[in-house]
């Protein structure tokens, strides 16, 4: 993986674990029960391995992938699921795009306030 690039969380199917990236542990709780439960339901779901990371220009992308001879993994569900949790937490993927852009880059946050309107 680039090294510009950061996960913020994901979850694998295959060993039914869950990772959270410690450098976010100043985010609230109550949003990393919620990037959690995201994580797990799609890979309970759809299978495979299903990651949130931040690009180098602090936008969220949302990633999955499977293990090749997987048989299970469903790539159409997989798209559909993204396209609905965009859909359902744009707020969330907003806030959490703000916060890595003002705390982790330390962009100025009265310009990026700005670029919103």
Avoid at 51 to 75: K, P
Avoid at 77 to 95: P, W, Y
């Amino acid at each position: 993986m680039d090294e510009k690039r950061v996960v913020l969380c994901g979850a694998n199917a295959y060993e039914k674990k869950y990772y959270f990236n410690e450098k976010f542990d100043k985010i609230p709780d109550s949003i990393k029960d919620e990037l959690h439960i995201i994580c797990v339901l799609f890979t309970e779901e759809v299978g495979g391995i299903f990651t949130l990371v931040f690009e180098e220009d602090g936008s969220l992308s949302m990633e999955t992938d499977a293990e090749e001879d997987d048989i299970y993994y469903d790539e159409i569900s997989s798209g559909l699921l993204i396209s609905e949790i965009r859909r359902n937490r744009q707020e969330l993927l907003e806030s959490l795009t703000l916060y890595y852009r003002v705390f982790i880059l330390k962009e100025d946050p009265s310009v990026l306030l700005s670029e919103e309107e």
